[in-house]
């Protein structure tokens, strides 16, 4: 509701950075539109914050280097924090999963099994 009632504005004539128009110029409903838009949009920030504050006051640490579990790519194969070059050797890319069959290489063999092709 903001940025593109903005365009439209644009299209229509609305000049940049005025602050004052006149009434006549028919700016004045999307102008108020994209203003209400802009606190609201502004407000939808508080919650975000407050969850960022929160996590990081009472959240519980993941445990885990893949706290998902089935991670796909290769950020998810090493530790958390990482090491300093990430891995003391390269990996092997065989698909485009490649920590999901590092973790997981009963379910990948399973899953080819029972591929239909």
């Known amino acids: ?8 504005l644009g299209n229509m004539g609305f000049p940049r950075r005025y ?3 006149l009434p006549t110029d028919g700016f004045t409903l ?11 949009l502004g407000a939808s920030v508080l919650p975000f914050l407050y ?11 993941a445990g885990r280097d893949d706290p ?6 290769l950020e998810w194969a090493t ?11 390269l990996p092997r890319i065989r698909s485009e999963r490649p920590a999901f069959e590092l973790h997981y290489p ?9 591929a239909h092709f």
């Open 68 to 73: 998902w579990g089935y991670g796909n790519s």
């Open 30 to 40: 999307l102008n108020t539109i994209s203003s209400i838009s802009a606190f609201v």
């Open 1 to 8: 509701g903001t940025f593109l009632v903005q365009h439209w």
């Open 19 to 21: 602050a004052d128009y």
């Open 51 to 61: 969850n960022i504050l929160r996590s990081y006051r009472h959240g519980e640490p």
């Open 79 to 89: 530790t958390s924090p990482p090491p300093r070059h990430n891995f003391l050797e």
């Open 106 to 114: 009963h379910m990948v063999e399973r899953m080819r099994d029972e």
